[in-house]
């Protein structure tokens, strides 16, 4: 359009050598008015469509769709009208910035940080509802029906008077209460089967009693694995429910052998001894979970011999502990004296290591 502008001012201003005669020079004059008129029409409506076209590519900066193109550019031409669309409908594409070492450690830390947080909630969260459910293998369901049967039943009545109190166990910090924590253990028995069992305390008017409740995966939400109350004033326990089956031979030793296991125990012996044959009968077939010295056997430790000299052939003998601490038992232990003694080095071991933590 601006081509053809150009064209008609050159046109007028061109002077056809044909009327120069003056009859002509009206008639040409009137002519060159008429088209000077339309030449500033024509230019008038090119400034018209020039501003429009401005104010489109000044929108069109605004919404960040095309690039601004200028006249000084060194006679750049500017884009087709189909790639100002394209460029307008088409976003740009992202700007990646390649993160420095220290702006890795801090996005690393920030993120493990917030997993660390979640994670510490859900786990929050799982043995809040997981103490607070009514399961029949949840301590706090446990405890509220040991405190109704124990509130029903007469041997603990007479002994303690009415009404009575249940509070978790006092570690020696002088309030006893509910909010005292109430001792929980949680085991697998020799046939497979959860146990859950609790310990609290139950006062009275007439003196104060201690709870032992337990129940098992395989009997029902009501019913107790066991339920034993013990008077502090009497110093006697007394078994209000009580639906443990009885041991057999082969529970009682594996019992026995992984006692004396867990507590260092050696047995020292002799093959020729028929004390020693005796002794291992005892055990069973569970006899090799023990440790066992046999004296008339060459090759032993330092340790080994000197034991065997100091029981002098008195077999067979037990001994716990190592060192000047060392206690030996010598002759043939039955099991329920074992069974005594095991509860005796268990204390002693416990002693022991109370002390150890103390001293450090």
């Not at 006697?236 to 429910?241: D, F, G, I, K």
Request: glycine share 8%; hydrophobic share 30%; proline share 3%.
């Amino acid at each position: 359009m601006l081509r053809n502008t150009i064209h008609l001012l050159r046109k007028v201003k061109r002077v056809n050598p044909r009327y120069t005669t003056r009859r002509f020079v009206h008639r040409t004059n009137n002519n060159n008015n008429n088209n000077n008129n339309h030449v500033r029409n024509i230019i008038n409506s090119n400034n018209s469509l020039l501003n429009n076209q401005q104010v489109s590519m000044n929108y069109l900066k605004r919404q960040g769709g095309i690039m601004s193109f200028s006249s000084k550019s060194g006679g750049e031409k500017p884009p087709p009208e189909s790639s100002i669309i394209q460029s307008t409908l088409e976003p740009e594409a992202p700007k990646w910035e390649v993160m420095s070492t220290g702006q890795k450690i801090k996005e690393t830390s920030k993120t493990g940080l917030y997993l660390g947080i979640a994670g510490l909630v859900v786990t929050c969260g799982y043995l809040m509802i997981r103490e607070l459910m009514p399961t029949k293998l949840s301590a706090n369901s446990i405890y509220s029906q040991a405190i109704d049967a124990c509130k029903e039943h007469p041997d603990v009545t007479m002994r303690l008077g009415k009404p009575l109190k249940a509070h978790g166990h006092d570690h020696g910090g002088r309030r006893e209460g509910r909010r005292n924590f109430v001792d929980k253990d949680t085991f697998v028995d020799a046939r497979g089967n959860d146990v859950v069992r609790i310990k609290f305390d139950l006062t009275g008017p007439r003196g104060k009693g201690t709870i032992y409740a337990a129940r098992s995966s395989n009997l029902s939400s009501g019913q107790f694995l066991y339920l034993i109350f013990h008077c502090v004033n009497e110093n006697r326990s007394y078994a209000l429910v009580d639906n443990r089956r009885p041991e057999t031979e082969e529970e009682k030793q594996l019992k026995i052998a992984n006692g004396l296991k867990n507590l260092g125990a050696v047995m020292y012996g002799s093959e020729q001894s028929d004390d020693t044959q005796r002794q291992k009968m005892e055990f069973g077939e569970f006899f090799d979970r023990i440790k066992y010295m046999q004296c008339d056997k060459h090759g032993l430790d330092d340790e080994g011999d000197d034991t065997c000299n100091k029981i002098q052939r008195r077999y067979p003998a037990w001994k716990f502990g190592e060192g000047e601490d060392a206690r030996i038992y010598v002759g043939v232990v039955e099991r329920e004296t074992m069974e005594k003694l095991l509860k005796q080095e268990n204390q002693i071991a416990k002693q022991k290591k109370a002390q150890s933590g103390i001293l450090q």
